[in-house]
């Protein structure tokens, strides 16, 4: 057999398919390449994201917004300390980015100002904190992602 630049060219085209087809099936069979949709219910999401952004103005018109802080027992969410502990009603939702197993949902009640979220409901890494918290019929929203 001959080698010209007709067999090179023929060759090369089939050295490029097999290398690009080799990590297309690579990265749809291994799992670490696997990612989680934020939610299965964007559209609906979606539509309700107004809602959010007022919220969200409420809380940055408050004089003093949400902190959070890592202790030994786990994340403690502050509230306002200007507000009546016990009319703050809500939810808080954490989110994995890496892993929805992770995904948690804590009602919010405060026997004082702080909020605990205990060490071991919390693995080290990214989480995006959501907090969906209301005073005296007022709605707020509290975003951040955190490194834990």
């Known amino acids: 057999m001959k080698f ?5 060219i023929v060759l090369a085209f089939i050295g490029f398919i097999s290398f690009i087809l ?12 696997e990612h989680d949709l934020v939610t299965d219910d964007y559209y609906k999401q979606e539509l309700e994201y107004q809602g959010e952004i007022n919220k969200e103005e ?6 003093q917004n949400l902190n959070w802080n890592k202790t ?23 989110y994995r980015p890496s892993n929805e197993k ?8 405060l026997s004082n ?3 605990l ?3 071991k409901s919390l693995l080290d890494g990214r989480w995006n904190i959501k907090v969906d918290w209301q ?13 834990y």
Do not use: R
């Open 22 to 33: 080799f990590f297309v099936i690579q990265m749809s069979t291994d799992k670490k390449y």
């Open 113 to 115: 100002h702080t909020l």
């Open 58 to 63: 409420n809380a940055k018109n408050l004089i």
């Open 135 to 147: 005073y005296n019929q007022e709605k707020y929203l509290y975003k951040k992602e955190i490194t």
């Open 72 to 94: 030994a027992e786990g994340l403690a969410i502050e509230f306002p300390g200007d507000l009546d502990f016990k009319n703050i009603t809500g939810k808080m939702f954490l």
């Open 4 to 8: 010209n630049w007709g067999t090179g």
């Open 102 to 109: 992770f995904d948690c949902e804590f009602p919010i009640t």
């Open 117 to 119: 979220i205990p060490e």
